[in-house]
């Protein structure tokens, strides 16, 4: 069973950036989809974007397109999220996720926290 674990959560001030990484324990197939999720308290679980493994093509939700990119490094099995002009609505904690094509996200990490003050 492929293991997820995320990193590079905090604390930042709004208009600032962070970068959340996300290793996985086994090789990711090309054609999976590996993709970030939120959830801030008292909400719902949230599509942040997604990529397609092994092509350029990604998605994003409309609450941080042109802000935030998801990519991935294929020697290195990692998965990024890189967020800049973080907002404060932006506070959730960020879940890395990975799923066959087609097929759902069935594979999640244990979430990082990201904080962005006013």
């Known amino acids: 069973q492929e293991q997820l674990v995320e990193s590079g959560g905090g604390l930042v001030q709004a208009g600032g950036s962070l970068r959340l990484s996300c290793a996985a324990s086994?090789?990711?197939?090309?054609?999976?989809?590996m993709g970030w999720y939120r959830q801030a308290p008292g909400r719902g679980r949230e599509f942040v974007g997604r990529?397609?493994?092994?092509?350029?093509?990604?998605y994003y939700a409309d609450s941080v397109k042109g802000r935030f990119t998801v990519s991935g490094d294929n020697a290195k099995n990692m998965v990024y999220l890189q967020m800049n002009s973080l907002k404060p609505e932006d506070t959730a904690i960020y879940y890395c996720?990975?799923?066959?094509?087609?097929?759902?996200?069935?594979?999640w990490g244990q979430g990082t926290q990201v904080t962005v003050s006013s």
């Open positions: 086994g090789r990711i197939l090309s054609g999976s989809n």
């Open positions: 990529m397609i493994w092994g092509t350029a093509t990604t």
């Open positions: 996720a990975a799923g066959p094509l087609g097929q759902g996200f069935n594979t």
